[in-house]
């Protein structure tokens, strides 16, 4: 299971591009990588998930590079709501496909 | 709508009792679910592996006579904290696989007095 590594925290303001880094570098052939966003007491919620180049939906666009091992996960015009804790993970996604999760991102958003 | 439901959403229990913890899937049907704990502050921990129709598989360090679990059905997964002690007092979240996403449940709070 590959490994990831992503900032502790970040902050950042209303109305800005967030981007956030995660590194994978022993990630394998058949990984995909997904990004998670958790509120407190709650569940995580998926947000996105890509293979390689570019993947975007009405929240989010990932950006990977060529050599996958690093992933860009960007949120536009940030609001309040959008703090939260971002988490990278990588893995096969099968059906029996256990997920590790790593540390996460601790996003604060500020007026 | 929700995919993952889990019951309760919180629950208070004595020290030394047994409390059982309830993961569904609502659309669909699950030969896998995950089950995993947060601590405040923490990320996620991966504690077992539900298998429907046979034993689960536990993570390194979690002890599969203190964390029972039952898969009993395509659609229901129970995790049960026997003999609980305040250090199991924890979020407890469950996942459902499906179509190449993690589906996770709404988190069950338990605390232990």
């Known amino acids: 299971l590959a490994k990831t590594t992503q900032p502790i925290s970040m902050d950042s303001y209303e109305g800005q591009e967030v981007n956030i880094t995660c590194s994978h570098n022993n990630i394998a052939t058949n990984d995909y990588i997904t990004w998670y966003q958790q509120f407190p007491s709650q569940g995580p919620r998926f947000i996105i998930q890509g293979y390689k180049t570019k993947v975007t939906n009405e929240v989010a666009s990932l950006f990977i590079p060529a050599d996958r091992k690093s992933s860009t996960l960007s949120l536009p015009r940030v609001s309040l709501s959008d703090t939260a804790v971002y988490y990278c993970?990588?893995?096969?996604?099968?059906?029996?496909?256990?997920?590790?999760f790593g540390s996460g991102t601790r996003l604060s958003i500020r007026p | 709508g929700a995919v993952v439901s889990q019951h309760p959403s919180w629950v208070i229990c004595k020290s030394g009792t047994s409390v059982k913890i309830e993961c569904r899937s609502l659309?669909?049907?699950?030969?896998?679910m995950f089950w995993y704990r947060q601590f405040p502050k923490q990320s996620l921990m991966l504690m077992a592996t539900s298998n429907e129709g046979s034993k689960a598989t536990y993570e390194q360090g979690v002890e599969k006579d203190k964390f029972l679990i039952n898969h009993a059905s395509l659609t229901l997964s129970t995790l049960t904290v026997t003999s609980a002690h305040p250090e199991d007092s924890s979020f407890y979240i469950c996942?459902?696989?499906?179509?190449?996403?993690?589906?996770f449940g709404p988190g069950t709070r338990l605390t232990v007095t």
């Open positions: 659309d669909f049907q699950a030969t896998t």
């Open positions: 993970l990588v893995g096969e996604w099968s059906s029996a496909s256990k997920i590790i």
């Open positions: 996942s459902v696989p499906i179509s190449g996403e993690q589906y």
